[in-house]
T-cell receptor, first 111, second 112 residues
Framework: GENVGLHLPTLSVQEGDNSIINCAYS??????FIWYKQESGKGPQFIID?????DKRQGQRVTVLLNKTVKHLSLQIAATQPGDSAVYFC??????????FGIGTKLQVIP | EAQVTQNPRYLITVTGKKLTVTCSQN?????MSWYRQDPGLGLRQIYY???????DKGDVPEGYKVSRKEKRNFPLILESPSPNQTSLYFC???????????FGAGTRLSVL
């Protein structure tokens, strides 16, 4: 697979446990955030998004929390499965449709 | 099937030999973008296009060119590739820049 996982923060979790992946952003103008999942050898795929007028949004097994005060996002994955192993990164979108991506976190699920 | 298609998936070339990486999307998206992904640096935007004949520089445009003559296609051109352009490249599209982007599978480029 591709070596995009090198040099990334890594989170190892036991199968069935919950995972929390964090992302800090610096651009105060960002008002829309997206979490992407990138599996080895593939392009990033959309997981969940949240607008800045929200604090929390839930999807299927995933929840995103936004704390604008400290410019922090988190992605929570419930009952983590082996298929969740991937690199996860957040993207912030602000004025002029400028998109900024985080460097990502590698999630390793231990069977 | 809605998709973003990049070609080639893998390319090895030599310094100075012009190359083009093609990108095509079948979702009628206005916005298209090219990124490079390097270990420890994440995705960095090279160029983007808001619509046909409208292109703008991203964060790392040096050494690259793009064109948007048709809505569905957004080729990335390296006129004179150099080893520091060895990277993993992704094309993406969305209805507008402030929306979910759909990514291609990536092009692994090695410049010797």
């Amino acid at each position: 697979g591709e070596n995009v996982g090198l040099h990334l923060p890594t989170l190892s979790v036991q199968e069935g446990d919950n995972s929390i992946i964090n992302c800090a952003y610096s651009n105060s103008a960002s008002d829309y955030f997206i979490w992407y999942k990138q599996e080895s050898g593939k392009g990033p795929q959309f997981i969940i998004d949240i607008r800045s007028n929200m604090d929390k949004r839930q999807g299927q097994r995933v929840t995103v929390l936004l704390n604008k005060t400290v410019k922090h996002l988190s992605l929570q994955i419930a009952a983590t499965q082996p298929g969740d192993s991937a690199v996860y990164f957040c993207a912030g979108i602000g004025g002029y449709q400028k998109v900024t991506f985080g460097i990502g976190t590698k999630l390793q699920v231990i069977p | 099937e809605a998709q973003v298609t990049q070609n080639p998936r893998y390319l090895i070339t030599v310094t100075g030999k012009k190359l083009t990486v093609t990108c095509s999307q079948n979702m009628n998206h206005e916005y298209m973008s090219w990124y490079r992904q390097d270990p420890g640096l994440g995705l960095r935007q090279i160029y983007y296009s808001m619509n046909v004949e409208v292109t703008d520089k991203g964060d790392v445009p040096e050494g690259y060119k793009v064109s948007r003559k048709e809505k569905r296609n957004f080729p990335l051109i390296l006129e004179s590739p150099s080893p520091n352009q060895t990277s993993l490249y992704f094309c993406a599209s969305s209805f507008q820049g402030r929306n979910i982007q759909y990514f291609g599978a990536g092009t692994r480029l090695s410049v010797l």
